[in-house]
């Protein structure tokens, strides 16, 4: 068995920063959607290192405000070193399903990869709606890892991960199927639907980032995959050419 198998899971603000990087292609596009003016309030929900941060600053200039929301210190703390003293940026501690901003007070939104992970995404929804005004615009991606392919000879064990992934180590593993219907059941009006697909070719890059390792071991560990059959599929990932990918559907609304 690889070492690289059932390592600890990565830092977190790294892994997040790692994965804005491998889906360079949609977060682009999500920005460039949102459509974001000097001098307006833009929000990122569940902002973590601040990634997105510094572009969304630019944008709005110096009549504008962003605030980022994060109930991590420590990621928090990492987005206050990548801001490098950012003045028109505010970073405030809170829980995603009780933003800590007035209502009626966003013209422009984001939420990022972060409803996959809380507890009840429809009330994130909903706090999005309270805080946002009138002709406000909101952009809202997330995967559906149930569409996770990995291209290996041992195709049975590629799907049982897969399927192992959706059902066990991420909470809300197909929202991003569900991301229109919800959007719109929470009181926005959806502009746009897109998928983009994110094409992972390096092996190392895609064990950091899709958990290939820590999450077969997990898999294996509970007895939901064959232990000499899991450790084989993971040793051959690593020897050849490498594929993987999953679909990612990004939502564009309005308030």
Known sequence: MSS??????????????????????????????????????????????????????????DSG??????????????????????????LREGDVHALPVESGTVDRAKID????????????????HRVTRQGARIG???????????????????RAFTRYTSAEVVRHATIGRSLGRL???AGFGVESVLATTPVFRNFQDADHTLGLGRNMQRAIE????????????????????FYASFTLVSVICSR
């Open 222 to 241: 509970e007895g939901r995959i064959d232990r000499d059959r899991g450790s084989r599929w993971f040793a051959d990932l690593s020897q050849g050419p």
């Open 4 to 61: 690289t198998l059932g390592v600890p899971r990565p830092d977190q603000a790294d892994y997040m920063l790692r994965a804005a990087s491998a889906g360079r292609e949609y977060k682009q596009q999500l920005l460039d959607l949102l459509g974001v003016r000097p001098g307006q309030t833009v929000l990122d929900v569940g902002c973590g290192p601040g990634t997105d941060l510094p572009a969304l600053a630019e944008q709005v200039g």
């Open 183 to 185: 959007a719109e059941q």
């Open 140 to 158: 809202l991606a997330e995967p559906d890892w149930d569409t996770l392919s990995v291209d290996a000879e041992d195709l049975e064990t590629s």
């Open 113 to 128: 990869r972060v409803l996959m992970h809380v507890a009840e995404p429809a009330e994130v929804l909903a706090e999005l």
């Open 65 to 90: 405000v962003v605030i980022g929301v994060d109930r991590d210190p420590a990621m928090l703390a990492r987005a206050r070193e990548r801001l490098n003293g950012l003045l028109r940026v505010e």
